[in-house]
T-cell receptor, first 113, second 112 residues
Framework: GNSVTQMEGPVTLSEEAFLTINCTYTATGYPSLFWYVQYPGEGLQLLLKATKADDKGSNKGFEATYRKETTSFHLEKGSVQVSDSAVYFCALSDFENTGKLIFGQGTTLQVKP | GAGVSQTPSNKVTEKGKYVELRCDPISGHTALYWYRQSLGQGPEFLIYFQGTGAADDSGLPNDRFFAVRPEGSVSTLKIQRTERGDSAVYLC??????????FGPGTRLTVL
């Protein structure tokens, strides 16, 4: 069945460092791919999405490219800030059916000043 | 506009009791989803409503779990004979025609 695998955390970086959080997926058909973020004490928020192969989603300096050939959707940011400290979830959705989301286990990012 | 709201924010109950968790979706959103998030894990799908009907309930773990959406707006997730393993954060999300989902803050359920 469909599944999402994220790199294990926690990831600890210094401010202004480059961030990569790896995400790979297994799916039938052509899913849409998402990154959601959960800041401390807050609910899940959509960070970015991509709906077809080679699409690049971007928001708040974060980017991820839908790579069908490697079944990946890695999250990147060129210069992280302390305020980026949160848990990041990769997810896929098959909009051809119910649109339900399948999430990875989450990766905790801690950015130190 | 108002986002997805969930009540209560926290619920503590005893093993064997019945609980109801409520979700108010964004106005006009026809699709509504329930997920369960255990500590340190990603959310897991429970059930999906399109309008009033449950279009996919394949994620409900057993027959103690049931959800309704009688008027196509507010939804209630009902758990009978609660067990300690039901302790988790229950998330609700809504979307317009199964497009991007917007999540509520969740209800933290603790079964003692």
């Amino acid at each position: 069945g469909n599944s999402v695998t994220q790199m294990e955390g926690p990831v600890t970086l210094s401010e202004e460092a480059f961030l990569t959080i790896n995400c790979t997926y297994t799916a039938t058909g052509y899913p849409s791919l998402f990154w959601y973020v959960q800041y401390p004490g807050e609910g899940l928020q959509l960070l970015l999405k991509a709906t077809k192969a080679d699409d690049k989603g971007s928001n708040k300096g974060f980017e991820a490219t839908y790579r069908k050939e490697t079944t990946s959707f890695h999250l990147e940011k060129g210069s992280v800030q302390v305020s980026d400290s949160a848990v990041y979830f990769c997810a896929l959705s098959d909009f051809e059916n119910t649109g339900k989301l399948i999430f990875g286990q989450g990766t905790t990012l801690q950015v130190k000043p | 506009g108002a986002g997805v709201s969930q009540t209560p924010s926290n619920k503590v109950t005893e093993k064997g009791k019945y609980v109801e968790l409520r979700c108010d979706p964004i106005s006009g959103h026809t699709a509504l989803y329930w997920y369960r998030q255990s500590l340190g894990q990603g959310p897991e799908f429970l059930i999906y409503f399109q309008g009033t009907g449950a279009a996919d309930d394949s994620g409900l773990p057993n027959d103690r779990f049931f959800a309704v959406r009688p008027e196509g707006s507010v939804s209630t997730l009902k758990i009978q004979r609660t067990e300690r393993g039901d302790s988790a954060v229950y998330l609700c999300a809504s979307s317009f025609r199964a497009d991007t989902q917007y999540f509520g803050p969740g209800t933290r359920l603790t079964v003692l």
